[in-house]
């Protein structure tokens, strides 16, 4: 299904009922937006802090490195999708 929306002048677009019900975002839950060659992708931001504490590690935790992990992840599933449908 395709959506077609107007940008505000804030720079503001509401995503589709159907679009947030298919990713489970809910009202002021933080999305992901990832610039992969001429498309953009949206998903939900994921809380990996809920998971802290539940291995024991020596490793310190960094919001930054974890982020650029995930990011690297996605990016890299998604070029896997991009390139099975060709």
Same mark, same amino acid.
């Given at each position: ?9 804030? $720079? ?7 679009i947030r019900n298919f990713l $489970?975002? &809910? ?9 992969? &060659? ?6 939900? #931001? ?6 802290? $504490? ?5 490793? &310190? ?14 990016? #890299? ?10």
């Open positions: 299904m395709i959506y077609t929306n107007r940008l505000t002048q804030k $720079g503001q677009v509401t995503i589709p009922q159907e $489970g975002i &809910k009202p002021r839950q933080f999305v992901t937006f990832i610039k992969y &060659k001429n498309q953009v992708i949206i998903t939900p #931001k994921k809380n990996i802090s809920s998971l802290m $504490g539940s291995l024991k590690t020596r490793k &310190k935790y960094s919001d930054e490195k974890a982020d650029k992990s995930i990011m690297e992840y996605i990016k #890299k599933e998604y070029a896997k999708e991009i390139s099975s449908r060709r």
